[in-house]
């Protein structure tokens, strides 16, 4: 009898062209595995070829998983600030902390090489501890100077949220550093916060523990209106996708009515990725909160961010 077709099978290729035959069976596959894998998440491509670049691209990350403990341990790991400014004022009323990679010679590692990566492996989680605690020891020196305290908040991965003590380890930190809590709101991507009831615990325990939550990247493709009315953040912030379609018609009305939404479920609202003046005048008009984005300030080291503190405190 004739089989009944499969359906929604689909069928990826790995191929390793102009095999060397002096190597053996295992690294032969191998090639063609490390190709196929480049294609796991592509829903468009459905073969791929082995190549130098590939090659590279393998190297580069068994490189930055290999270094990573190292990189720990001598505090490579790097911290800088992007403010977020009132839209009314115009002053800067607090940041995010953004990680760097600052090799020995000065050099940045792009976070956008390194943070998909551990996400992947599970080695964020201790990255995500790492810059907690050092963005608390920065707002602890703050405020033992007797420097004006903004908070900064920091990201938060998916892995880190459902990792077994993880509330009680940053409230742990938040108490030996004797800060407030409200000096480090926590920051959740969408895909992060997608609603279940294991997050929706997750999350109120974060609010029962006094941290102030952000819903961070709104907007940039995994929307879901029921993490905004099911669970407690207090600030949404609208992804530069939306941001860039502002000055068309129907992306002034899409962000418009996300605004409006944020408001209406108790949340402030602020816009990331800004880089216009056109695109702040609107805002303002729309009554958006704050925003963050290149045309005030880019991401900054310590020293620098200090130094915009100062020309931004009223005289």
């Not at 060397?20 to 595995?33: E, G, L, P, V």
């Not at 908040?153 to 930190?173: P, T």
């Not at 068309?248 to 944020?262: D, F």
Request: charged letters at 25%; glycine letters at 6%; aromatic letters at 10%.
């Amino acid at each position: 009898a004739a089989l009944a077709p499969i359906q929604n099978l689909v069928i990826n290729y790995g191929v390793y062209q102009g095999v060397d035959k002096s190597q053996s069976m295992t690294i032969i596959c191998d090639r063609a595995f490390l190709a196929l894998k480049s294609i796991k998440d592509n829903y468009e491509g459905r073969i791929a070829y082995y190549d130098d670049e590939m090659v590279q691209k393998h190297l580069r990350e068994r490189m930055l998983e290999n270094d990573f403990e190292t990189a720990v341990r001598n505090r490579v790991f790097v911290v800088y600030l992007q403010p977020k400014y009132n839209t009314r004022t115009e002053q800067i009323v607090g940041a995010e902390a953004l990680v760097r990679w600052k090799r020995p010679d000065g050099s940045i590692i792009s976070p956008g090489e390194f943070i998909p990566l551990y996400e992947k492996n599970g080695q964020i989680v201790k990255l995500d501890d790492y810059i907690f605690r050092l963005v608390c020891s920065i707002q602890r020196d703050r405020m033992k100077n007797g420097q004006v305290l903004f908070p900064v908040s920091v990201n938060l991965s998916r892995a880190s949220l459902y990792y077994d003590g993880m509330i009680e380890r940053y409230v742990k930190i938040i108490e030996e550093m004797g800060i407030l809590f409200g000096c480090v709101p926590i920051e959740l991507t969408e895909t992060a916060s997608l609603y279940n009831e294991q997050i929706k615990e997750l999350t109120e325990k974060l609010v029962e523990t006094r941290f102030q939550l952000h819903m961070d990247d709104f907007g940039s493709g995994y929307s879901s209106m029921t993490s905004l009315n099911m669970l407690p953040f207090n600030v949404l912030k609208l992804d530069k996708s939306l941001v860039d379609y502002i000055d068309r018609p129907k992306g002034q009305q899409v962000v418009q009515y996300t605004i409006a939404l944020a408001h209406g479920l108790g949340m402030k609202a602020l816009a990331e990725g800004v880089e216009r003046k056109e695109q702040v005048d609107m805002l303002r008009k729309m009554g958006c909160d704050g925003i963050q984005g290149f045309y005030y300030s880019k991401p900054q080291p310590g020293d620098s961010f200090q130094h915009l503190l100062e020309e931004d405190m009223p005289v």
